[in-house]
Each structure stands twice: as structure tokens, then as C-alpha cells.
């Protein structure tokens, strides 16, 4: 077969094909119609969602941001003359942050800020005396899946339920935080406050247990430190 005939026959062939998929698109041309007008609304959709969930996200965490700075804000100087944003008693402060977390929980329930904002809402609760409030959120917040602060969750709730005299519960909690320990609760730290609750127990023998085991993994630590002046002063 001569290069001549050879090249007729690849131009017929591509005729051929151009012909069919012609013909193709001629009979399917509203279904592709549909499916890209489907596909263009989709992506509408999906950038406009993206674009709604930055918009309220850096809201909720500008909103969180403010309500820390309240709760954390120095108090009045006794004597001084009364200053807008000011507060006189650790109280009110507690009132006000308490206050403006619940909202943030409320508003932006379907974003992480929400569970951050609750941790922050059961600690001002607890603060306030509501420790059923408080216990509600600590546990919310408890359920993160951000083990920082589902850790940090635990260990307040912890602390609540020692308060409560519940204290096989808090046992519960500060052995699964020393098991399961985060950046924000180390190990040492939860050992230490268990260490604590079975010498207000008086169970001292257990508590130097955990004090000994601390001091000997963390040497140079503080949690090491704290557990060596305990022993010492025991």
C-alpha cells in the first residue's frame, strides 16, 4: 500500500469518526445540556459554601477571641473611678464572658469554635456556682474530636465532679487522661491531680505512689518538680 493510499485512508477514517461523534452529540445534546448546567450549579454551590463556612468561622473565632479577653481582663483597682469594660468583681467578669460563650455555642453550634466556646462556657458556669451547666458543657466539649481540648474538657470535668464529691467518676477521668494524655494534659499533669485527690482522701500510700512515678519520668519537668516537693513535704 502506497503512502498515498495510506493517508486517504487515515483522512476517511478520522472523517469517519468526527461523522459519528457529530452524530453522537446530535442525539444527546440536551442531556449534556443537563448534566452541565448540573455540574455549574454544583460548583456554584460548593464555592459558595466554602466561602459562607470562612466568613462564619473567622466570625466565631473573632467572637471567641473577644469573650477570652473579657474573662481574662484585669479587674477594677479598688478605688478607682469606674471605667467602661471594667469590672469590679471576678463575678461579673465571669457573668459577662459566660454570657457572650453561650452565645457563641448557640450560634455557631455546626463549627469547632462552638465546642471550644462550650469548654470556656462550662468553666465560667462552674465559676458561677451552675455546676449542672457547667458538667452539661464540660461534657459537650469532652465529645470533641480535637483531643486537646476534649482533654482539657475532661480534666475540668474532672476537677467539677472531685468537687461534688464524685469522686469515682473524677478517678475514671484522670486515669484515662494519664492513658490517653494530649499536648494541653500531659500524663504528669493528670497523675498529679489524682495524686491530689487520694491524699484529700487520705489515701496517702497511693498518692506518693503516683508522686514517685511522676518525679522519676519527668526529672527535668515541672509536673517532676511538683511531685518531688510533694513527696518532700510528705
Known sequence: ?????????????????????????????????????????????????????????????????????????????????????VYTTAEARAKEANREFVAIAHDYSWLQTANKARYFAGITFEELGQNGNAESNLKSAAGSWNHNLANLAKLALAGLYHQENRDSEAIDLYKELADKPSVTVSAGVAQLDLADLYAAEGKTDQAKVLWAKVRDLDKDGAAGSIAAQKLAAK
Open 1 to 85: 500500500m502506497d503512502t498515498r493510499t495510506r493517508h486517504a485512508l487515515k483522512q476517511d477514517r478520522f472523517a469517519l469518526a468526527a461523522k459519528s461523534s457529530a452524530s453522537w452529540l446530535g442525539e444527546h445534546q440536551s442531556s449534556i445540556a443537563r448534566w452541565a448546567i448540573t455540574a455549574g450549579i454544583i460548583l456554584v454551590l460548593v464555592i459558595g459554601g466554602l466561602i459562607f463556612w470562612n466568613i462564619r468561622s473567622s466570625a466565631a473565632n473573632t467572637a471567641l477571641g473577644d469573650a477570652i479577653d473579657v474573662y481574662v481582663s484585669p479587674l477594677a483597682v479598688p478605688g478607682a473611678p469606674p471605667q467602661p469594660n
